[in-house]
């Protein structure tokens, strides 16, 4: 049983953190931008609608997005739990959230948050390629053999909300409308933060551990030893009994500050620093976004002729039917 929200920035690598879990933990993925873009291929009535925000950077009406996770977590695969991923994406989808899941009686249990920095974003929103058949999420710097998915062999292809001139337009909007859910969700206490960086398996282990049971605490009684509250023996008289009283008063004292300590390290588990940026600032960082989000497209742009020579090297024929066809567009 284990119903979860992972809330982070574009790139924080919810999805690909959220395909791993659903594994472990036998509960589902539930995704709203898998489920938007599922419904805008089958050109439904709702992703006809949803296309153009998708497409923009923007966020899908709550209207919309609610009515497909409603949906979703109807479905008998989530009675026992889910992965949240992409949603609630502003406070009045969280509101909702709430009321939905207290309706169907599943309670939130942990909100984990993927802590990752702007700039390892946008290089990983930027090189990003998913599976066409069954959504793995790949990067253009692992890319497997052949360039198809090692899962199914299907197509692996850019998100059009990937591409730099839209990548800007989504950290904009989260940080505007999704990074005020961290206050809420700590406000809950249900908050936790995840370090999102560095290899994928570690990743998954911090995720893992932040969602273990916490162990039970330690019994503060057992941490004042007795002994030392004994008499002081006769061999050493310059300890009368009065001094012994103190020192256990002192332990007893020690044992609370200790508690004391153990209580406040809890609430610094969710260390969430909310800033709030001035306008000149967000602008200013808004621009270093798009210029970092050109460098790593023109990096991407670069590294595609690597992917040619591998295709090159299979004997793909396409390639030289058309050098042959230029050769001939030249002699003509
Ligand atoms: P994602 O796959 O989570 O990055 O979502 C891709 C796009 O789908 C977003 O940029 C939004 O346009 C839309 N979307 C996904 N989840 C939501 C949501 N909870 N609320 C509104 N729009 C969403």
Redesign the pocket.
């Known amino acids: 049983m284990m119903r979860i929200v992972l809330l982070g920035a ?1 790139g924080s690598g919810k ?1 690909t953190q959220a395909q791993r879990l659903q594994a472990k933990f036998a509960v589902p993925q539930v ?4 489920l ?1 873009r599922n419904a805008v291929a089958r050109r439904t009535e709702l992703g006809l609608k949803a296309a153009a ?2 497409e923009a ?4 009406s ?1 209207e919309i ?1 609610l009515g497909l996770i409603r949906e979703r977590l109807r479905q008998p695969d989530a009675k026992d739990g889910f992965i949240l ?5 502003n406070s009045d ?1 969280a509101t909702a959230l709430s009321k939905l899941l207290e309706e169907i009686g599943q309670p939130l249990q942990t909100v984990l948050l993927m802590d990752v920095k702007t700039n390892s974003l946008i290089h990983r929103i930027a090189g990003r390629r998913v599976c066409r058949s069954c959504g793995k999420v790949f990067n253009i710097s692992h890319l497997p053999e052949g360039g198809k998915c090692d899962n199914c062999g299907g197509e692996l292809y850019q998100r059009p ?1 990937d591409k730099e001139e839209v990548i800007a337009k ?1 950290l904009e909007v989260y940080q505007s409308q999704t990074k005020p859910l961290i206050e809420h969700y700590k406000q809950l206490g249900l908050l936790k933060v995840i370090k999102g960086e560095g290899a994928l398996d570690d990743v998954t282990k911090r995720m893992e551990t932040a969602l273990a049971p916490a162990p039970a605490e330690a019994p503060t009684k057992k941490v004042a030893k007795p002994a030392a509250v004994k008499e002081a023996p006769a061999a050493a008289p310059a300890k009368p009994a009065a001094p012994a009283k103190k020192k256990a008063s002192k332990k007893k004292a020690a044992t609370k500050k200790a508690a004391k300590k153990q209580a406040a390290a809890k609430t610094k588990a969710v260390p969430v620093k909310v800033t709030k940026k001035k306008a000149s600032k967000k602008k200013a960082a808004t621009k270093a976004v798009k210029k970092a989000a050109q460098k790593v497209a023109k990096k991407s742009a670069k590294k595609a002729p690597a992917k040619k020579k591998v295709a090159a090297k299979k004997g793909v024929k396409k390639s030289a039917k058309k050098a042959a066809k230029k050769k001939a567009a030249k002699k003509k």
């Open positions: 574009p999805g995704s709203s931008g898998d938007l925000a998708m950077g923007q966020l899908v709550d997005v991923d992409g949603f609630p994406r989808q909300d989504r």
